[in-house]
C-alpha cells in the first residue's frame, strides 16, 4: 500500500521508505532518522549497518563514516573501537603504518596519498564480447549470445591484470614499480605481471656541431 508519500512501509514521515517508522528519505530499512539507509536506527546517511550516526557504515554503531568494523569513531575502520583512521585492529587512536609487499612502509596511508597520489589503472573484470570477436568454443558455451550480439565475459583476475597493464601509460607503470618495498617476484606472484622484460626504442635527435646538423640516437629501455 503506498501512501501519500510514495512509501510503501508503515509509519514513515520521510519520503520514498521502503522500510517502517523512517523519518529520513528513501530507506528500506527501519527507524531510520538518516537518508539511503538499508540498515536499521541509523541517523547517518547511506548506511548498510545498523545504529550509525556516521555515514556510509557497512558496520554497526559506528560514529565515524565509511566504516566496516563496529563501534568506530574515526573514519575508513575496518577493525573495532578505533578513533583514529583505517585501522584493522581494536582501540587505536593514531592511523596506522601502510604494509607493502610483506613489510611495513614508512607511510600512513594520508602520507602516503600527499606524496605518491595515485596514478592507479582501472582492471576490467568484465569485457563485453561482441559476437564477431567470440570464439566457437565460447558460442557453443554462451547462452543467448545471438539475441544480445556477444555477452559479457568475466576474466580472472591476472588476465584482468594483464589487459590493463597493456593498456596503462608509462607513468602509470612507473607509479607501481616505484611502490615503497616494491618486489617484483611478489607483483609477479599476485597480478601474473612480469615487469622486469625490458625492450629498447631507439629515438632519433638531431645535433648540431660547428654550424653543420647531424643525426643521432639514443637507445631508451621502455618496461
Not at 94 to 122: A, C, H, N, V, W
Not at 155 to 164: D, I, M, P, R, V
Not at 171 to 189: I, R, T, V
Not at 201 to 216: Q, S, T
Given at each position: 500500500m503506498i501512501d501519500k508519500k510514495n512509501n510503501?512501509?508503515?509509519?514513515?514521515?520521510?519520503?520514498?521508505?521502503s522500510g517502517d517508522y523512517n523519518s529520513g528519505d528513501l530507506n528500506s530499512g527501519y527507524?531510520?532518522?538518516?537518508?539511503r539507509n538499508s540498515?536499521?536506527?541509523n541517523s547517518g546517511y547511506r548506511n548498510s549497518g545498523d545504529r550509525n550516526s556516521g555515514d556510509y557504515n557497512s558496520g554497526?554503531?559506528?560514529?565515524?563514516?565509511?566504516n566496516s568494523g563496529y563501534r568506530n569513531s574515526g573514519d575508513?575502520?575496518?577493525g573495532n573501537c578505533n578513533s583514529g583512521d583505517y585501522n584493522s585492529g581494536w582501540f587505536n587512536v593514531d592511523e596506522p603504518k601502510m604494509r607493502f609487499f610483506g613489510k611495513e612502509s614508512i607511510y600512513t596511508l594520508s602520507e602516503f596519498k600527499e606524496k605518491f597520489g595515485s596514478q592507479d589503472i582501472f582492471l576490467p573484470l568484465n569485457v563485453w564480447r561482441s559476437e564477431n570477436d567470440?570464439?566457437?568454443?565460447?558460442?557453443?558455451?554462451?547462452?543467448?549470445?545471438?539475441?544480445?550480439?556477444?555477452?559479457?565475459?568475466?576474466?580472472?583476475?591476472?588476465?584482468?591484470?594483464?589487459?590493463?597493464?597493456?593498456e596503462a601509460?608509462?607513468?602509470?607503470?612507473?607509479?607501481?614499480?616505484n611502490l615503497p618495498n616494491f618486489d617484483k617476484n611478489l607483483f609477479f606472484e599476485i597480478t601474473g605481471i612480469k615487469i622486469d622484460e625490458v625492450s629498447l626504442k631507439v629515438k632519433k635527435v638531431f645535433v648540431e656541431v660547428d654550424g653543420k646538423k647531424y643525426i643521432a640516437t639514443i637507445d631508451q629501455i621502455i618496461n
Amino acid at each position: 500500500m503506498i501512501d501519500k508519500k510514495n512509501n510503501t512501509g508503515y509509519r514513515n514521515s520521510g519520503d520514498l521508505n521502503s522500510g517502517d517508522y523512517n523519518s529520513g528519505d528513501l530507506n528500506s530499512g527501519y527507524r531510520n532518522s538518516g537518508d539511503r539507509n538499508s540498515g536499521d536506527c541509523n541517523s547517518g546517511y547511506r548506511n548498510s549497518g545498523d545504529r550509525n550516526s556516521g555515514d556510509y557504515n557497512s558496520g554497526n554503531y559506528n560514529s565515524g563514516d565509511y566504516n566496516s568494523g563496529y563501534r568506530n569513531s574515526g573514519d575508513y575502520n575496518s577493525g573495532n573501537c578505533n578513533s583514529g583512521d583505517y585501522n584493522s585492529g581494536w582501540f587505536n587512536v593514531d592511523e596506522p603504518k601502510m604494509r607493502f609487499f610483506g613489510k611495513e612502509s614508512i607511510y600512513t596511508l594520508s602520507e602516503f596519498k600527499e606524496k605518491f597520489g595515485s596514478q592507479d589503472i582501472f582492471l576490467p573484470l568484465n569485457v563485453w564480447r561482441s559476437e564477431n570477436d567470440m570464439t566457437a568454443d565460447e558460442k557453443k558455451e554462451v547462452k543467448g549470445w545471438s539475441e544480445m550480439g556477444g555477452y559479457l565475459k568475466t576474466l580472472s583476475y591476472k588476465e584482468a591484470w594483464a589487459k590493463a597493464w597493456s593498456e596503462a601509460s608509462q607513468e602509470q607503470k612507473d607509479w607501481y614499480k616505484n611502490l615503497p618495498n616494491f618486489d617484483k617476484n611478489l607483483f609477479f606472484e599476485i597480478t601474473g605481471i612480469k615487469i622486469d622484460e625490458v625492450s629498447l626504442k631507439v629515438k632519433k635527435v638531431f645535433v648540431e656541431v660547428d654550424g653543420k646538423k647531424y643525426i643521432a640516437t639514443i637507445d631508451q629501455i621502455i618496461n
